[in-house]
């Protein structure tokens, strides 16, 4: 970018820190182009690149009062963008760990067919027995079963030893299945029930 170029991004950044979406919108033409094709090469998918890239101009608008119109606004954007990028990418192997732990505890007591639950039944009942858990014992299941983490890394984290890191996920790992059973037969005895 020129210098004539760079002059008039700060001055348009100037206009958006005193809230004008019209200079808002030039910036974003201005840059929407490149910012999308550097989100796709990461991304691979133009459905969650449009995301990203909504998102990140909505994040830019909101932290309008802090961009510094006299460095490079297109560093600024892209390194927004590659935030909002690794946050989902994070969120996305959280989400699928946590269906790893569905699969796992997520059993059914009668397998017939009428009376399966729906994988995404069981993905909410596991999802509330988790919002069950508290303090320590819930952050050690979230550290080792969904961050996979070892027991020794757990424990240097929250500051406890090996043993108690052990208790807390035997004790998560107790109300999980015990919740998961309990919903699963009052979801039985109710199929059961309808069926009368």
């Not at 500051?159 to 107790?174: D, Y």
């Amino acid at each position: 970018m020129d210098l004539k170029n760079t002059d008039k991004e700060s001055a348009l950044i100037l206009r958006v820190q005193q809230d004008d979406r019209d200079a808002f919108a030039a910036l974003y033409y201005m840059h929407i182009s490149k910012l999308k094709i550097f989100v796709q090469r990461t991304a691979k998918s133009p459905f969650l690149t449009e995301d990203i890239v909504h998102d990140t101009f909505v994040k830019i608008w909101e932290k309008r009062k802090d961009i510094d119109p006299n460095k490079s606004f297109k560093s600024f954007l892209f390194t927004v963008a590659k935030n909002n990028l690794l946050n989902l990418l994070k969120r996305a192997q959280y989400e699928s760990n946590i269906i790893t732990e569905i699969s796992r505890f997520a059993t059914i007591a009668d397998h017939s067919t009428d009376q399966t639950i729906g994988f995404n039944e069981s993905s909410a009942i596991v999802a509330e027995a988790l919002e069950q858990l508290h303090g320590n014992v819930k952050e050690v299941f979230v550290l080792c079963r969904l961050q996979g983490l070892s027991y020794k890394q757990a424990a240097e984290i929250l500051g406890i030893t090996t043993s108690t890191v052990n208790k807390h996920m035997h004790k998560a790992l107790k109300h999980v299945r015990d919740y998961i059973t309990a919903k699963n037969l009052l979801v039985i005895i109710l199929l059961s029930i309808s069926r009368l």
